[in-house]
């Protein structure tokens, strides 16, 4: 079975720490997306990682794919409230239309 | 930008009603997908499309159709509404080439069953 698992799925920061949110998923694949969705709002898309040890940084937030060990990581730096969000993974298990299969999302809350 | 637009936010409708959920791409993509989004649940496919006139069954389509009869527009049915489809309805496309930037997601249509 396809599986993609995120933990946390909540997590409450204070302004300022570190902490890193976790995606593993089941099954052989170099393709992995990070979202997010503010709260009524629609998914925006992150990060593209598309091979093992590909990383990517945008302001606080920084992803890595790890293809052998089946893991992705979002690291958060010197959080910001701005940053409160939920954010998913989705990883593409190929096929020639590329279906995406997304965790359950980490709800980030960032506090002063 | 790709834009991919829902027709509708906010939707209130009777149980047994036919209801028509619109997306409409404007980037020739060839794929497009319907997910719905649950409290605690994610989001899960619904159904998807790679051509016009073509369509797969994702992981829940039950209930659920599906049109594509042009290719900037696909457009979700629930044949009799009830309560249990009360959800977030989130369409998204991609084209050829999609893995290199993922999906681009439409706004949403949140709907409610009573």
């Known amino acids: 079975e396809l599986k993609v698992e995120q933990n946390p799925l909540f997590l409450s920061m204070q302004e300022g720490k570190n902490y890193t949110i976790y995606c593993n998923y089941s099954t052989t694949s170099d393709r992995l997306y990070w979202y997010r969705q503010d709260p009524g709002k629609s998914l925006e898309s992150l990060f593209v990682?598309?091979?093992?040890?590909a990383v990517k940084q945008e302001g606080r937030l920084m992803a890595s794919l790890d293809t052998k060990a089946r893991l992705s990581t979002l690291h958060i730096t010197a959080a910001v409230h701005d940053l409160s969000a939920t954010y998913f993974c989705a990883v593409d298990y190929g096929g020639s239309q590329g279906n995406l299969i997304f965790g359950k999302g980490t709800k980030l809350s960032v506090k002063p | 930008d790709v834009k991919v637009t829902q027709s509708s936010r906010y939707l209130v409708k009777r149980t047994g009603e036919k209801v028509f959920l619109e997306c409409v791409q404007d980037m020739d993509h060839e794929n497009m997908f319907w997910y719905r989004q649950d409290p605690g649940l994610g989001l899960r496919l619904i159904y998807f499309?790679?051509?016009?006139?073509?369509?797969e069954k994702g992981d829940i389509p039950e209930g659920y159709s599906v049109s594509r009869e042009k290719k900037e527009r696909f457009s979700l049915i629930l044949e009799s509404a009830s309560t249990n489809q009360t959800s977030m309805y989130l369409c998204?496309?991609?084209?050829?080439?999609?893995?290199?930037?993922?999906?681009?997601f439409g706004s949403g249509t949140r709907l409610t069953v009573v």
């Open positions: 998204a496309s991609g084209g050829q080439g999609t893995f290199a930037y993922g999906y681009t």
């Open positions: 990682l598309l091979s093992n040890g």
């Open positions: 499309s790679y051509d016009v006139k073509m369509k």
